[in-house]
């Protein structure tokens, strides 16, 4: 079992940046994999980065590559989103998740994340 809750949501300005946080309790951190995606109204939940459980190795979506970062600190059980240069159309509800089952990539599919945080709202106005 693994436990996770994001943080650090809000309006901002177009421009602005933002850093989320997603802590993690229950099964050792250090062990799998950490994603985040994210689902605007009316859209499906989309992949925005991941990173292995080392913290070595990440995969951007392209529409955010340049922009955001992402990281993990293992000894604080606690894997950052940081957000530049936001734009209205990042809009959303982003949400952290676990991938227990880790490979060699880091995997992009919703399908392949086992546990999931509750979400924290971002809205960029312009």
């Known amino acids: 079992q693994v436990q996770l809750a994001e943080s650090g949501g809000g309006l901002v300005q177009a421009g602005d940046s933002l850093r989320l946080s997603c802590a993690a309790s229950g099964r050792a951190f250090s062990g799998y994999d950490m994603g985040w995606f994210r689902q605007a109204p009316g859209k499906e939940r989309e992949f925005v980065v991941g990173i292995s459980s080392s913290g070595g190795r990440s995969t951007y979506a392209d529409s955010v590559k340049g922009r955001f970062t992402i990281s993990r600190d293992n000894a604080r059980n606690t894997v950052y989103l940081q957000m530049n240069s936001l734009k209205p159309e990042d809009t959303a509800v982003y949400y952290c998740?676990?991938?227990?089952?880790?490979?060699?990539?880091?995997?992009?599919?919703?399908?392949?994340?086992?546990?999931w945080g509750q979400g924290t709202q971002v809205t960029v106005s312009s």
């Open positions: 998740a676990a991938d227990l089952n880790v490979m060699t990539t880091i995997r992009t599919g919703a399908d392949a994340y086992d546990y």
